[in-house]
């Protein structure tokens, strides 16, 4: 499942998502890397000459792990399900693990349904980070 290019991912998601003990596996293997590589790159900018006043992270399946407890603040962006099929199906593999968006919106500091134009999610996002700046 390794080629030339490095991991075929649509081969390891082809038995991953076949197979609850495999995919378990594979996430105790990954997660932990990855935050240590997140936690890593946060000290690194923290040690600069001028750190940044905010730090954005896309993380997948973030209360599902767990994983919001590692940050200070969380923003919760998310689009109706018409809205998110045509942007990119989401296999019901996939789909079973995930809580609600409601729920999700629920526990955000700051949370937006991305069914408008560009406009609006940039206005939201400046809005956003003038809060967190403040």
Same mark, same amino acid.
Request: aromatic share 4%.
């Given at each position: 499942m390794i080629g030339e290019d490095g /991991?075929?991912?649509?081969? %390891?998601? #082809?038995?991953?998502?076949? =197979?609850p003990e495999q995919l378990d596996w594979l996430e105790k293997l990954l997660h932990p890397r990855v935050v240590q590589e997140h936690s890593a790159w946060q000290r690194?900018?923290?040690?600069? $000459? &001028?750190?940044?006043?905010?730090?954005?992270? @896309?993380? $997948?399946?973030?209360? &599902?792990?767990?994983? =919001?407890?590692?940050?200070?603040?969380?923003?919760? %962006?998310?689009?109706? $399900?018409?809205?998110?099929?045509? #942007?990119? /199906?989401? =296999?019901?593999?996939?789909? @079973? #693990?995930?809580? /609600? =968006?409601a729920e999700k919106i629920r526990l955000a500091d700051y949370a937006y349904v991305n069914d408008g134009t560009l406009e609006e999610l940039d206005a939201f996002v400046a809005d956003v980070m003038a809060r967190l700046t403040a």
């Open positions: /991991p075929d991912r649509a081969a %390891i998601a #082809r038995v991953v998502f076949n =197979d690194q900018l923290a040690a600069g $000459p &001028e750190p940044p006043a905010v730090t954005v992270t @896309e993380v $997948p399946l973030l209360y &599902e792990t767990g994983g =919001d407890k590692r940050f200070d603040r969380v923003v919760v %962006i998310t689009a109706s $399900p018409d809205v998110r099929a045509a #942007r990119r /199906p989401v =296999d019901d593999a996939r789909a @079973e #693990r995930l809580i /609600p =968006d």
